[in-house]
């Protein structure tokens, strides 16, 4: 069993859907109910592992991973990575991890991935920071854009190498990363997925019912998101990151990273068996 503080780098063999996966991932042990960060499309575990610099999540478990047709891991059918197919891959790294009751942060695809997990298994869920999440059809203009053509991830790369100079805040990171942290392959059916659940999935109302406390973090460039009022008017804390937008883990990590703290210990945290 890896001591508390040890950070452990693995490859994880998996078989989802008879697909075959090495999924690349980061974790660290401890008694506590862990955090499971969940990247999103373009980007990668690495994105997260600032959790490690962070003094409020010092000592707490989490587990980090390279979604398939993403960074490190491994896929052998990169045609059927879509939305399901990656909570179900969520699901196989919990289980395989031991892991029970979590705490997840997802940032949109990873949140959509987790969205569906957690509708199926509510129970798990202790708490959900959904970083700019799908949720509603407003949320797919570019992958709805994409797949109108032939080849959508060519589409999707020639477009990011022309939008290096993009004005949102952390687009010209985002389009220097996307070649080395997109597998091509996974891009059409994890698009179509994408819409498909966006216009037809009930997303809003799924996320909303979920049980548990629930945080959505947004940047400013996304503030006019037409659902914040309704999700606020249920009950779900909106945290709008300054100097931002659809990517605060690069434009303003600390604001983001300060507002996920907040709200952990705003939480009652049980306790779990150490994993």
Known sequence: MPSADRVVHEQIPLRIHG??????????????????????????????LDVLQRHEFAGRPFL?????GSGATECSGLGEVDVPFLAETARAMLDRAGIGRFHVVGHLTGALAALLLAHQEPGRVLSFVNIKGVLAPEDCVLSREALNHRDPGDYLFRLAERSRETPCYGGGLYAANLPIKVQRGAVPTLFRSMVELADHGNLLQKFLSLPCPKMYLYGEQCAGLSYLPILDANGVELAEIPHSGHLPMYSNPVAMWRQIAEFHARQLIPSARRW
């Open 64 to 68: 980090a991973y390279d979604a398939p």
């Open 19 to 48: 697909v075959n996966l090495k999924v690349a991932s980061v974790r660290r042990a401890g008694v506590d109910a862990p955090v499971v960060f969940l990247h999103g499309f373009g980007t990668s575990k690495e994105d997260y």
